[in-house]
């Protein structure tokens, strides 16, 4: 089965680190309500939406659509991701923004240079000096891929398909220009140096496996619990990757499935919380509830 491709975001970047800054300390969280899948229904809805929290990076063997996801795709006429990743011109788009305003290899020294020239050729068989106009998030999240030893699909690719074949309209609650802005704002080119010399390819692949139990288990609690641990010592950060944009979301939402049933898939850690997005549609008057199993 071809999945289309999506590269590891922001969210899925920050989640692994955080994992490799933790010491992999945290535990499976119980709840009768834990479910990546949420009705939205109410207020002034004729129909139910939904909202799915989705994992960026699965690995292909471990990969399979709920049916309780099948069956909310075949009740909705349309998919909402964080950005239109279906869109036609998405890639020539995204890469306008992928490109630094200063050429990365004059920001580090001539030792940092060597590590990282070493790096790039033993992992993506490139050189920095091909690469250094790349804003350090996008090299960084590649590294990191190559690291990970299996192939890697995405629940939103498996939406996207289902969208195609099923003839039905795609859209993005954020631009890519929006997206790419928060990103900036997020991960700092500082760390960059610091974060390549704290991991290794078995600590990235246990922290890998260890979220990807917690999504495949529909813990969102302990993902929510990973993050906000994560940005406990950089709350602007954390208001920046979490809440500033779920309350985007979350306003942005409702004229689009008042208008047409939807399906809102969006990172998980999006979801639970005071300011997650099932809280904050909560807070608009609507009734949101999980979907179990």
């Not at 279906?86 to 200063?102: D, G, I, L």
């Not at 891929?145 to 398909?161: F, R, T, W, Y």
Request: charged share 20%; net charge positive.
């Amino acid at each position: 089965m071809k999945h289309h491709k999506t590269p590891l975001t922001v969210y899925t970047f920050i989640l692994i680190v955080a994992m490799l800054m933790s010491a992999f300390t945290l535990k499976a969280q119980s709840s009768s309500a834990s479910s990546i899948l949420w009705k939205i229904e109410g207020k002034d809805l004729n129909k139910p939406s939904y909202l799915l929290g989705t994992s960026h990076m699965i690995c292909e063997d471990q990969f399979n659509l709920p049916a309780k996801v099948k069956v909310a795709l075949d009740q909705t006429q349309q998919s909402y991701l964080e950005i239109d990743m279906a869109n036609p011109n998405f890639v020539t788009e995204a890469q306008k923004y992928m490109k630094t305003s200063e050429p990365f290899d004059k920001t580090v020294n001539e030792e940092d240079y060597k590590f990282i020239d070493s790096l790039l050729s033993l992992k993506l068989k490139t050189s920095l000096q091909n690469v250094k106009n790349i804003k350090p998030m996008i090299i960084l999240s590649s590294l990191m891929q190559a690291s990970i030893p299996c192939k890697i699909v995405s629940m939103e690719g498996e939406i996207i398909k289902n969208a195609v074949q099923h003839h039905k309209k795609t859209g993005g609650l954020s631009s890519i220009e929006e997206q790419y802005g928060f990103m900036g704002q997020i991960f700092k080119p500082k760390d960059f140096v610091p974060y390549l010399k704290t991991w290794s390819d078995h600590n990235i692949n246990e922290a890998f496996k260890a979220i990807n139990k917690a999504y495949l288990a529909e813990d969102l609690q302990t993902i929510d619990k990973l993050m906000t641990e994560f940005y406990a010592t950089d709350p602007e950060g954390y208001k920046i990757l979490l809440p500033v944009r779920n309350r985007l979301w979350a306003n942005r939402m409702p004229l689009i499935m008042k208008e047409t049933p939807t399906m809102f898939a969006i990172g998980s850690g999006h979801l639970l919380g005071k300011e997650g997005v099932i809280n904050l549609l909560k807070e608009q008057g609507y009734k949101v509830t999980p979907i179990l199993n």
